[in-house]
T-cell receptor
Framework: IAGITQAPTSQILAAGRRMTLRCTQD?????MYWYRQDLGLGLRLIHY???????GKGEVPDGYSVSRANTDDFPLTLASAVPSQTSVYFC????????????FGNGTRLTVT | GENVEQHPSTLSVQEGDSAVIKCTYS??????FPWYKQELGKRPQLIID?????GEKKDQRIAVTLNKTAKHFSLHITETQPEDSAVYFC????????????FGGGTRVLVKP
């Protein structure tokens, strides 16, 4: 089934540890995004990529990094996790980088202790 | 940058009644306004969107209205059913922002049978 796959589904992580959240899409979408979802704050954009080889900062990029080596994969790395990064992380993709519907993955629930 | 406020944060309605969710945005250059529905434990999914050259759009029991002068837009759900129970997110985006949406904080809708 075409779509976006995120891994892991959930993770408990000790503060200070490094963690990479994986995201893969098979829709050949050009643009990909990482959002975090926190109660009452909606979905906030962390980083995005309009096309393979390019990335950009979103609303809350500090403490996170991304790479886009190819069209399908868009991993999100927390270099040194802190408790405030406890959240649900959603990867999304869209066909184009302008006014195009977002297709979300199932999310990764991350708890930093 | 864009700022989107969404009200109410929770909404309880009797099955068959209507539900209205309101959002305001700050950037007068915003021209794309999608709505996403997130069922419990699931991914957000686009249910309807409207562009700034249109004042109203309908799709079966849901409709969205846009008032550019007042910088607000609303989601209307008529004849609510139990499967409408979910969290709804509005979003806005200026054209120059590519596909980088700014989301509201979400509205939890509960339809009571």
């Amino acid at each position: 089934i075409a779509g976006i796959t995120q891994a892991p589904t959930s993770q408990i992580l000790a503060a200070g540890r490094r963690m990479t959240l994986r995201c893969t899409q098979d829709m050949r979408h050009n643009a990909m995004y990482w959002y975090r979802q926190d109660l009452g704050l909606g979905l906030r954009l962390i980083h995005y990529s309009n096309t393979a080889g390019t990335t950009g900062k979103g609303e809350v990029p500090d403490g996170y990094s991304v790479s886009r080596a190819n069209t399908d994969d868009f991993p999100l790395t927390l270099a040194s996790a802190v408790p405030s990064q406890t959240s649900v992380y959603f990867c999304a993709s869209s066909d184009s980088a302008y006014n195009s519907p977002l297709h979300f993955g199932n999310g990764t629930r991350l708890t930093v202790t | 940058g864009e700022n989107v406020e969404q009200h109410p944060s929770t909404l309880s309605v009797q099955e068959g009644d209507s539900a209205v969710i309101k959002c305001t945005y700050s950037d007068s250059a915003s021209n794309y306004f999608p709505w996403y529905k997130q069922e419990l434990g699931k991914r957000p999914q686009l249910i309807i969107d409207i562009r700034s050259n249109v004042g109203e759009k309908k799709d079966q029991r849901i409709a969205v209205t846009l008032n550019k002068t007042a910088k607000h837009f609303s989601l209307h759900i008529t004849e609510t059913q139990p499967e409408d129970s979910a969290v709804y997110f509005c979003a806005a985006k200026p054209y120059a922002a590519g596909n980088k949406l700014t989301f509201g904080g979400g509205t939890r809708v509960l339809v009571k049978p």
